[in-house]
């Protein structure tokens, strides 16, 4: 997992799997991200091939999270697999997904 700025935003990038092993980092980056101060994240899942519902817990909570502090949480480089996990619950109704980090700061943007 890393952390970058990429232009008006910060951009968190997670590899590997996000199961109940690897979540808890995951939640914790996020949040201490958000209490940074940043307003526009984009979670880039590009590296991730699988996501069980404590990973798909960690993403609503981190966009809660962000809806509160009037920020904007974005998805970027979803897999088929984990974008299947985030359409049979709905979660791509909420949370925006994007082919790149850089088009959902676009979107950010716009919001």
Do not use: C, H, K, N
């Not at 991200?33 to 817990?57: I, Y």
């Amino acid at each position: 997992m890393s952390t970058r700025q990429e232009g008006a935003g910060t951009v968190v990038e997670v590899a590997g799997d996000l199961d109940m092993s690897t979540t808890p980092r995951l939640r914790e980056r996020l949040r201490e991200v958000a209490e940074g101060g940043a307003r526009v994240v984009v979670v880039d899942l590009s590296g991730v091939g699988f996501m069980d519902s404590s990973g798909l817990g960690a993403l609503v909570v981190a966009y809660r999270d962000l809806q509160d502090r009037d920020g904007w949480l974005g998805l970027a480089g979803v897999r088929r697999s984990v974008r299947t996990v985030l359409s049979i619950t709905s979660v791509d109704q909420v949370i925006g997904i994007f082919d790149t980090a850089r088009d959902a700061e676009a979107a950010a943007r716009v919001s």
